[in-house]
């Protein structure tokens, strides 16, 4: 059984960092996508950072490019996230497609099959 659990959220001031965590038990991720997705209070879910567990290659929504580095490693992915806005505030959620999916860095919440159960970052100005 597949199990996706985050990690590292919290509370950070604007212009802060906070570093997620996913870990994966249950899944080899032979290339396939794992990545983070976030919900704003009262909206949808956003993909925010994909990751190729293949060869390594990384997508960003533009709202984060230059400021979130999405990184993998065995079973692991991390968020590092630098320069902190309100608007971050977010439940993060960690996804995962199946094994030897061809990722395409789809951004789209319904090619993911697997999916934590979120951590809470909170931004204040």
């Known amino acids: 059984q597949v199990q996706l659990v985050e990690s590292g959220g919290g509370s950070a001031q604007a212009g802060g960092s906070l570093r997620l965590s996913c870990a994966a038990s249950?899944?080899?991720?032979?290339?396939?996508?794992m990545g983070w997705f976030r919900q704003p209070p009262g909206k949808q879910r956003e993909g925010v950072a994909i990751?190729?567990?293949?060869?390594?290659r990384t997508w960003y929504v533009d709202s984060v490019k230059g400021r979130f580095t999405i990184s993998r490693a065995k079973n692991t992915v991390y968020l590092q996230m630098n320069s902190l806005k309100p608007e971050d505030t977010a439940m993060y959620y960690c996804?995962?497609?199946?094994?030897?999916?061809?990722?395409?860095?789809?951004?789209?919440?319904?090619?993911?099959?697997?999916w934590g159960q979120g951590t809470q970052v909170t931004v204040s100005s």
């Open positions: 996804a995962a497609t199946r094994e030897y999916y061809y990722c395409d860095g789809s951004l789209t919440t319904t090619d993911y099959n697997f």
């Open positions: 249950g899944y080899n991720n032979r290339a396939s996508c």
């Open positions: 990751v190729y567990t293949n060869d390594g």
